[in-house]
């Protein structure tokens, strides 16, 4: 059978230089992994959810062993409600909440249901790879905008639109992850916040607000959300259980406006009908015995030692004049080398996983449009601290030889 001939448009996606590369070469055996973005297991909240899992299946296995409604459990969207005020000071009803299989799926519905091929989708640049790729399989075409310290440049937003608007036209969505972004770590400023939100709403443009570490701040004081600062119906949330419970929960929802709301529960229910009940039982326990809210405040302790370790390993082993996003919160920071003859990060990856025995995410697989050869992501959340500091070595010294 020829089934390269057979491979539908969405299919021929790259994704060589993504996710599934990513994680190959950090499993192999030996290599200190910076790259994949996973929560360390010691964060997990392990013998809890062990005893909720024990008593669930006691009281309640038939449901939870059962297919379950297509938008999520009614308890479940309503705690979610109530943790959106809590957390995000955003006021959203139980029925504007969808459970999704992830925030990922949650992502893939809103693009099912907004994009047709061509559409323009507006990013951060760089940007999170799994966005990128899911834009890509619906055939969007990606505006990127450039960030610094404090996040996108939303002034170099306003003259895109502006730019767009006299070429006739209107993107679809602009999508963005205001804290602790994945790759860059950095935090979209308040004010930053306020501007994005009301040049999105007079170009008519809604936000999609990622915000899957969010809750993860270690340092520097907090910003409100998105959706917090909407008055209109122009900010669709992204939530995940992944970073604050368990990412093998595939658990996340989407906080919608009641007209979209509706479509991506229509669209979920030919996609997987609903998401694991299994899963929505114990993250809905988790949630209410305050074992997430617990799990936070150990992951935000581990994090902040871990990207400390991190930093002390930049300053002391990286080439002079590289430069890296001091992280107050997440998983990650973005190093920026000074460029020079031969450094590719993307080339050196190979050899970086095979001769250093450490792996990274290359600069490149953030953009859409191929940029990042002298940029890196570093992943601080998984590796123990001893790890950190012999991977920033091996990584430093690694890096030194191109500068020599
Ligand atoms: C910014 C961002 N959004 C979404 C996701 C996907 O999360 P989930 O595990 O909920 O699908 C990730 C996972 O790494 C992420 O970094």
């Given at each position: ?311 002390a390993g930049l300053a002391q082993y990286f080439p ?69 500091l012999?991977?920033t070595e091996r990584l430093g010294k690694?890096f030194s030889?191109?500068?020599?």
């Open positions: 059978m020829e089934w390269e001939k057979l491979f539908a448009p969405a299919a021929q996606v790259d994704s060589g230089s993504g996710i599934i590369e990513i994680l190959r070469l950090s499993e192999e055996p030996g290599v200190i992994s910076l790259a994949g973005g996973f929560p360390a297991a010691e964060m997990f909240s392990l013998t809890e959810v062990r005893e909720i899992a024990d008593r669930i299946l006691a009281t309640k296995g038939e449901v939870a062993l059962q297919y379950g409604p297509t938008p999520g459990f009614t308890p479940l969207r309503e705690y979610l409600s109530e943790r959106m005020k809590k957390s995000f000071a955003a006021q959203v009803a139980p029925e504007e909440i969808v459970i999704t299989s992830g925030a990922l799926q949650g992502l893939d519905l809103i693009c099912r249901v907004l994009l047709t091929p061509g559409d323009i989708v507006i990013t951060e640049a760089p940007t999170y790879v799994g966005a990128l790729q899911t834009f890509s399989g619906f055939g969007a075409q990606v505006e990127e905008i450039p960030t610094d310290d404090e996040g996108m440049q939303v002034d170099l937003l306003a003259e895109r639109l502006q730019e767009l608007e006299k070429r006739g036209a209107q993107p679809k969505f602009i999508y963005v992850i205001p804290s602790f972004q994945n790759p860059g770590g950095t935090t979209l400023s308040t004010v930053r916040r306020r501007l994005l939100v009301d040049l999105a709403a007079s170009y008519g443009v809604p936000i999609v607000e990622d915000s899957a570490y969010a809750e993860l701040r270690f340092a520097g004081s907090s910003k409100p959300s998105l959706k917090s600062l909407d008055s209109g119906e122009g900010v669709v949330f992204l939530g995940t259980f992944s970073k604050i419970l368990s990412p093998g929960l595939r658990l996340g929802w989407v906080a919608a406006p009641p007209a979209l709301a509706e479509k991506i529960i229509s669209a979920k229910q030919t996609n997987d009908q609903c998401s694991s009940s299994l899963s929505q039982y114990l993250a809905l326990e988790c949630g209410r015995q305050g074992i997430i809210d617990r799990q936070i405040e150990n992951s935000k302790e581990i994090l902040k030692k871990r990207a400390a370790a991190l930093v002079q004049g590289t430069h890296w996003v001091e992280p107050e919160g997440g998983f990650f920071t973005w190093v920026t080398l000074p460029p020079t003859q031969g450094l590719d990060t993307g080339q050196l990856l190979r050899r970086a996983v095979v001769e250093e025995k450490v792996a990274y995410v290359a600069g490149c697989s953030f953009y859409a449009h191929g940029q990042g050869s002298n940029q890196l992501r570093l992943c601080f959340s998984y590796p123990p601290l001893e790890n950190i012999l991977g690694f030889a191109f500068y020599r």
